[in-house]
């Protein structure tokens, strides 16, 4: 079952102190009452076939010491006791069970009506049975009352009023008895024995179902809760394979990896208060973070002053080489508007280098999904050839965007740990 997602400040009402309880938020209050009969189905058949169980026997037993007028007195309102039962049963088939409670009134009230019909009948046996019609009427609602604090399910209000109902009919039909006023008042008090203990059980067993069920509903807020914050860290897809159990450990071709560098990061950090220069930081990887999302660029970390992106990897939309050199220039553009708009001098360098690289989680603590391999390494190194606010590119990156943007004749540059390669650099648009 849907149950809707709880919000800050969904408690019972008046703080879950008032007698009979309720959620603020009436959807809530319906899926609980939903869920609550759902629940409870099998017990509510169970109940419900004790009693056809009990009238059974009865008819089976009264032959033997009833005469027949009293067999047939007593089969008259067993008959439809029994038939109302197999449609309680019935009923907790359907969905008209689950969504209107209020059908419990209905039930109840019919019980009610023909448990007075059993009792005149076996009040009539007064002389078999030694039990007068008082006497039966007191054990009998008794015991149907007891029954409809167990039947009346997630619906406490309605059962108060059936109850009080029913108490009234019963005060009422005391005063009409022919019994002595002492006979009168204990008989009243035997039965507000029932009615007090029925209540409580009602109650009891709605307050404790509503604490569990908002105890649920608050696990399943910070369940989502927790399961969103690890989604902002890790594809959601990944995310579900670590919930699983996963080794996350994945292989990629052809994936554009993406070095971004505030040049002098150094000198400005000497400029700028420390507030200053993480508020300068931040938006300049905020921008990386705009221009990563219009391009489909996966951003994988920030390290120090150093912002890492990929195309092609896990997460990515991009369509490789070019979208990472659009990207590029996107960003620095982005950068050169942000330095002229604010007076600090900010510019960056970009590298890009397209290979194989492998990606996957490793750790326990701070997870995130990261990216390893020499295709690393090469744009990083390429990053370092860059010009302020320009773009540096392998040549297998050119090769993939080369009618996509212009390029300068190439470089024989030698890039520590890597040797000789080819660099392009990406002519500015301006």
């Known amino acids: 079952m849907l149950v809707p997602r709880a919000q800050s400040g969904d408690t019972f009402a008046d703080g879950g102190t008032h007698l009979l309880a309720r959620f603020d938020d009436p959807a809530i209050e319906r899926a609980y009452v939903a869920s609550e009969r759902e629940a409870r189905i099998p017990g ?18 009264n032959p033997m010491h009833f005469p027949l007028e009293g067999v047939l007195a007593y ?4 008959g439809p006791f029994i038939l109302l039962l197999g449609a309680i049963i019935g009923l907790t088939f359907t969905q008209v069970y689950l969504d209107k409670p209020w059908i419990d009134l209905i039930i109840f009230s019919v019980m009610a009506a023909v448990m007075v019909m059993l009792i005149d009948a076996l009040g009539a046996q007064a002389d078999i049975t030694n039990i007068s019609r008082l006497s039966m009427a007191v054990i009998n609602l008794g015991i149907l009352m007891v029954f409809a604090s167990l039947g009346f399910v997630a619906t406490a209000r309605y059962f108060v009023v ?3 109902i029913l108490l009234a009919l019963y ?15 204990y008989s009243f008090t035997n039965f507000t024995t029932f009615f007090t203990f029925a209540c409580f059980v009602n109650w009891d067993i709605d307050r404790r179902a509503r604490k569990t069920f908002a105890a649920t509903l608050a696990l399943e807020e910070e369940r989502a809760k927790t399961e969103e914050l690890l989604h902002n860290v890790l594809p959601e897809k990944v995310a579900k394979r670590l919930q699983r159990g996963e080794t996350i450990a994945d292989s990629y071709g ?30 300049v990887f905020g921008l990386a973070d705009a221009s990563a999302e219009r391009f489909g660029v996966e951003k994988v970390k920030t390290v120090g002053d ?9 997460s990515s939309s991009g369509r490789g080489a070019a979208d990472a050199i659009h990207f590029a220039q996107d960003l620095i553009a982005a950068v050169a508007k942000f330095s002229g708009d604010s007076g600090i001098d900010v510019a960056i360098r970009i590298g890009i280098h397209t290979g194989n690289v492998v990606g996957g989680v490793v750790g326990s603590q701070r997870l995130a999904y990261d990216y390893w391999g020499n ?3 090469i744009a990083s ?3 370092g050839v860059a010009s302020p606010n320009g773009i540096a590119v392998s040549e297998a990156t050119y090769l993939g965007a080369h009618d996509k943007a212009l390029f300068t004749e190439p470089e024989l540059m030698t890039l520590k740990g890597v040797g000789e390669m080819k660099v392009y650099r990406v002519v500015s648009e301006d």
Do not use: C
């Open 375 to 377: 295709t690393m390494n």
């Open 44 to 61: 509510t058949r169970f109940l419900a076939a004790i009693g056809i169980v009990t009238l059974i026997s009865y008819i089976g037993f």
């Open 381 to 383: 190194r390429i990053e």
């Open 162 to 164: 059936w109850a009080i």
């Open 171 to 185: 005060a009422a039909f005391l005063l009409q008895a022919d019994r002595s006023i002492v006979n009168k008042v």
């Open 306 to 314: 150093a912002y890492l992106a990929v195309v092609g990897g896990h």
């Open 75 to 78: 089969n008259l309102a067993a």
């Open 254 to 283: 052809d994936v554009s990896v993406i070095f971004v560098d505030i040049v002098g990061f150094s000198s400005l950090a000497k400029r700028l208060s420390p507030g200053h220069l993480v508020k300068t930081l931040n938006t």
